[in-house]
């Protein structure tokens, strides 16, 4: 659940532009911020691939340990991938 929470977040933060608003006042900041959004998105790809192989993989879903290593990894680079657009906020403001 909380995969799937995080990345409803990173979502609503670069698609719906939250954290554009959050972040920028003016159209030069809000041009970095799609820079910092794309690094952000290499986080979140490595976040849902993980997530869907824990999910989708009867072997992975077969095995605790590999599920729980796989959705810990998902969890890991989501926080990474909303950390991306947080740091990179404050220095594209």
């Known amino acids: 659940m909380a995969d799937i ?5 990173w979502g609503l933060s670069v698609f719906a532009g939250w954290g ?6 003016d159209l030069e900041c809000a041009e970095r911020m799609v820079g910092v959004a794309m690094l952000s998105g290499l986080f ?4 849902a691939c993980c997530t ?3 999910w ?3 072997q992975a879903r077969g095995d605790e340990g590999r599920f729980t290593a796989l959705t ?3 969890v890991i680079a989501w926080v990474a ?3 991306t657009l947080f740091v990179g906020g404050l220095i594209a403001r």
């Open 5 to 9: 929470l995080l990345g409803l977040l």
């Open 20 to 25: 554009t608003k959050a972040f920028c006042s």
């Open 44 to 47: 979140a790809l490595v976040a």
């Open 52 to 54: 869907a192989v824990a």
């Open 56 to 58: 989708l993989s009867p």
């Open 72 to 74: 810990g990894a998902a």
């Open 81 to 83: 991938a909303e950390g």
